[in-house]
């Protein structure tokens, strides 16, 4: 079922007229999960643009004119370093982010140059809803295969390498009572690269997402195991369950190479 953007109307009024009055955009799309699923009262507005020439440029004006037009509360501005070839900004439309005792209103803007060939992989990104692109420069085309298999392929076997040394740095913090340091490392060592590893095994064209999304990309009742191995009181107990789960998934993906 599609997702009901209806309290971004104004917003979707605003990028679809946009073009006219910013020529140098030639692509606009919403992606993000009004596309991939898992869209809800407090999903934000995912929009990605691109466009010809500077995206400096452009992004400035697409956010002046957003800020003189929509109703804007803050912005808030990544690093011009970011993005190499663009500019993004996450546009608050509501004093409190974390309030959620209404629903939610929030864009995440990405303004790009237009690359020689502009293509989105489905299977990672879903299909984004076009709301400018009279060109057709937007390609729906899968990512190259063979780099994403290589890269699962290194990912994997640095986490069958670093395995022993994770779990000592793990143990060792734990040992000495450096529960911060112990927090971190479980995380760093023991829970993302055990998500990596379900990834790669359930969901592998999103094999490098992260902890996000676990319930859209999992099987049923592994995103529940996984929050079971998060920090806690008893973290030894659930460092060393994440590391035999780690080894358990080695153990597979080794016989499917």
Known sequence: MAADLGRYDDCLRFL??????????????????????????HSD???????????ATTYDAVLALARDELPVDHVWELPEATWPDGRQCFI???????????PTRLVDLVVLTTPERLTVDTRRHGT????????????LEDDDEAAMEAARRQAVEQTAQRR????????????????????TLHLRFAVEPLV??????HCPARWDFGLRYLRTDLPDGFAERV?????????GVRTRAAFAWQDELLAQLARVT
């Open 16 to 41: 679809t007229a946009l073009p006219r009055r910013v020529p140098a955009l030639q692509v606009v799309v919403v992606n993000g999960s009004a596309v991939t699923g898992g869209w809800d009262d």
């Open 45 to 55: 507005l995912d929009v990605e643009a691109w466009c010809g020439g500077d995206a």
């Open 92 to 102: 608050h439309f509501q004093p409190d982010a974390a309030d959620l005792g209404r």
């Open 128 to 139: 984004p809803i076009v709301l400018h692109d009279p060109e057709g420069l937007l390609v």
């Open 164 to 183: 022993q040394t994770a779990a000592w740095l793990v143990e060792r913090a734990v040992a000495r009572g450096d529960l911060a340091e112990a927090t």
């Open 196 to 201: 990596r590893l379900l990834r790669i095994q």
């Open 227 to 235: 929050e079971a191995l998060l920090p806690g009181p008893d973290l």
